[in-house]
């Protein structure tokens, strides 16, 4: 079994920068890609962004150049860091970590960015 663990979320003026993170426990052998993906109200949940084990990174459009994700392999964890922020980056975000052959999602943490 394993276990995701979010952290970070909270409200942010526009502009402003906020830090995710997320700590994987349990069962683990090897994990391999990490994410970050996020749900607003009435929209459909969407990648932010991704990281490889190899650290290999992939970003929505609308975050690219404000949002970096990390990753620590030695203690399981990803992180986003948030720069810029902007009120349309309001969601609940979630981590994602895929553990071969299944895929495990974190509990979700609001982000409130106002204008």
């Known amino acids: 079994q394993v276990q995701l663990v979010e952290s970070g979320g909270g409200l942010v003026q526009a502009g402003g920068s906020l830090r995710l993170s997320c700590a994987a426990s349990?069962?683990?052998?090897?994990?391999?890609?990490m994410g970050w993906y996020r749900q607003a109200p009435g929209k459909q949940r969407e990648l932010v962004a991704i990281i490889s084990s190899g650290g290999r990174t992939n970003y929505a459009d609308s975050v690219k150049g404000r949002f970096t994700i990390s990753r620590d392999n030695a203690k399981n964890t990803v992180s986003l860091q948030m720069n810029s922020t902007k009120p349309e980056d309001t969601a609940v975000y979630y981590c994602?970590?895929?553990?071969?052959?299944?895929?495990?999602w974190g509990q979700g943490t609001q982000v409130t960015v106002s204008s």
């Open positions: 994602r970590v895929q553990i071969a052959p299944s895929i495990y």
């Open positions: 349990g069962s683990i052998f090897r994990i391999n890609n």
